[in-house]
C-alpha cells in the first residue's frame, strides 16, 4: 500500500498551464502503474493519463497533445503537466496507484487500489 497526495491544482485562465505533483510514501512507485483521474460535479470520474512500471502512457481522447504524464522514481513523485487548458478541464484531480503492471486498462478507475485526496483545477474562460 502507497499513500498519496496531490499537490498543485489551482486556478489559470484559459490557455493556461499547472503542474500537478502527486507525492507517493510507505512504497516505492517503481514496480506501480500510475494514473490521474478527474470528478466534475454531476460528472463520473473519469481517467485522465496513466503510466506504468514500463513507461507505456495513455491518456484520455480529451486532453492528448495537451497534457503529459511523467515519472520521477527518485522522487517517488508523479506529475501531470497541463497544458492549454480549457474550461472543460475544470474538476478535481486525483491520482491513483496501484502495485502491478495494467496497459489497456491504465484509465480504468477499478484497476487502482490507493488514490489521493485529489486537488482542485479551476479553468476560467
Known amino acids: 500500500q502507497v499513500q498519496l497526495v496531490e499537490s498543485g491544482g489551482g486556478s489559470v485562465q484559459a490557455g493556461g498551464s499547472l503542474r500537478l505533483s502527486c507525492a507517493a510514501s510507505g512504497d516505492s512507485l517503481s514496480s506501480y502503474s500510475m494514473a490521474w483521474f478527474r470528478q466534475a460535479p454531476g460528472k463520473e470520474r473519469e481517467g485522465v493519463a496513466g503510466i506504468n512500471s514500463d513507461k507505456i502512457r495513455k491518456y484520455a481522447e480529451s486532453v492528448k497533445g495537451r497534457f503529459t504524464i511523467s515519472q520521477d522514481n527518485a522522487k517517488n513523485t508523479l506529475y501531470l503537466q497541463m497544458n492549454s487548458l480549457k474550461p472543460e478541464d475544470n474538476a478535481m484531480y486525483y491520482c491513483?496507484?496501484?502495485?502491478?503492471?495494467?496497459?489497456?486498462?491504465?484509465?480504468?478507475?477499478?484497476?487502482?487500489?490507493?488514490w489521493g485526496q485529489g486537488t482542485q483545477v479551476t479553468v476560467s474562460s
Open positions: 491513483a496507484a496501484v502495485r502491478k503492471r495494467i496497459e489497456w486498462l491504465l484509465l480504468s478507475a477499478h484497476m487502482y487500489k490507493d
